[in-house]
């Protein structure tokens, strides 16, 4: 198994280089079935233009040999970003996505302080 503070170490110098840009691929819609990627989203602001980004958790379990035996649980929860007429939507994405990439430098440095 791997030392822990060894696995923190190097995903947060993954995540450390990792851009808002990386997080936030587009989907092309043109292509893809519009209602099968938004089925569950709906317009919660009167805002004309509203981001929603809806973020999934999954514990993942793996016994003493490193083989995964399971999921411990499941986390869900959206996110509603309302945006004017007139400004630019992904400057709000980047945004969002540069504050998630601040928040797991933040949960994995924390957690390297706990452990090692």
């Known amino acids: ?19 808002p840009e990386d997080i936030a691929k587009s989907v ?13 989203q709906k317009k919660l602001t009167e805002a ?6 809806k973020i999934n958790a999954n514990v993942l ?6 083989e995964y035996i399971g999921s411990k649980g499941m986390f869900e929860q959206n996110y509603h970003i309302p945006v004017p007429t007139g400004v630019l939507y992904k400057d709000y994405v980047d945004s969002f996505f540069g504050f998630v990439k601040k928040a797991l430098v933040d949960t994995i440095e924390n957690t390297e302080n706990k452990i090692g």
């Open 28 to 40: 092309d819609i043109a292509s893809a079935n519009y209602s099968e990627i938004f089925e569950d």
């Open 61 to 66: 379990e793996q016994n003493e040999k490193g």
């Open 1 to 19: 198994m791997i030392d822990q503070p060894e696995i923190y170490k190097e995903f947060l110098e993954n995540i450390k280089n990792l851009n």
């Open 48 to 53: 004309p233009h509203e981001i929603v980004v």
